[in-house]
């Protein structure tokens, strides 16, 4: 009966120090400002593109650093981000509201956000809410003179 107690009051504290080591992360992550969340999905395919699912989608937390943005899975437990997204290789593709499925996977005031990223021009779609999307865009807009920006 102790052992079992012990046992239990282990796993207990296993996962609250693991539910702990998530919040220390994201205020690692949110420490230098400029974060948002921001939902991803890389690689769509073009049948996927035209009728989504709520398949694909990863919740994420992203970061202004310069001309990138870094993007860190939220449920990980990695220092480092997952992807980043060079302000000069984005562009803008369409912009929409999620559909079937994707409204239940993703937030409630989501936006779709297409986007075809580098060289390989790879389509990956965000979903951003209203305030996020427009510091996005402003973030894109404001690139130095002489880089090729596209926003739709």
Known sequence: MVLALLLCGA?????????????????LIQRSGGTFDCN?????????AEEPSGKGWAYGIARYNGDR???FRVFSYAP??????????????????PRGEEEQALLSDAI???????????RVELAL???????????????????RVNVA
């Open 80 to 97: 480092r981000p997952r992807r980043h997204l060079v302000r000069g290789a984005i562009d803008v593709l369409e912009r929409r509201s």
């Open 129 to 147: 809410s209203e305030d996020a999307l427009t510091g996005f865009l402003a973030w894109l807009e404001a690139a130095p003179p002489g880089q």
């Open 112 to 122: 779709v956000l297409a986007c075809a990223v580098g060289t390989e021009r790879t």
């Open 69 to 71: 943005i870094e993007w």
């Open 11 to 27: 796993v207990v504290l296993l996962v609250l120090a693991g539910l702990f080591a998530f919040g220390v992360r994201r205020r």
């Open 40 to 48: 991803l999905r890389w690689e769509v395919s073009q049948q996927e």
